[in-house]
């Protein structure tokens, strides 16, 4: 990977926010725009909801983004310190579910989408084909 970025967030709720403007600069920056960013963004919204939610709860804790593109795509890591989900396999949520969507949009969206269990915690990596911007 030709670029890389890093971001350091605090686990509360406008956290998955604050992440999603990161990617979307960063992406900006590298070259990268349109609807592949918007769906990137998106997708590292949940992940970060998932490692608030699923890592920390009410527990103060911290979320680790990375982020790396080269010349047509972007990988950005979520790192937390909590066990990861339980279960691996994603399947589609019902129509009417109010949750549980996070893990199958990024499996649609995102080129690859792998989880990473580590000695200090859990790690979602998503990477994705993004158009470059006309110069």
Known sequence: MKYHELLLIGA???AGEEAARWVEA??????FAGT????LALCVVEAVNNSIEHAY???PGEVTLTLAADHDSVRVVISDRGAGPADDAITEPAADAMRGRGRWIMSRWCDSVSYERTRTGFRTVLTKQCATQAA
């Open 57 to 59: 709860g009410a527990i």
């Open 26 to 31: 960063s992406c900006d920056r590298f070259g």
């Open 36 to 39: 592949p960013v918007n769906e």
């Open 12 to 14: 509360v709720p406008e």
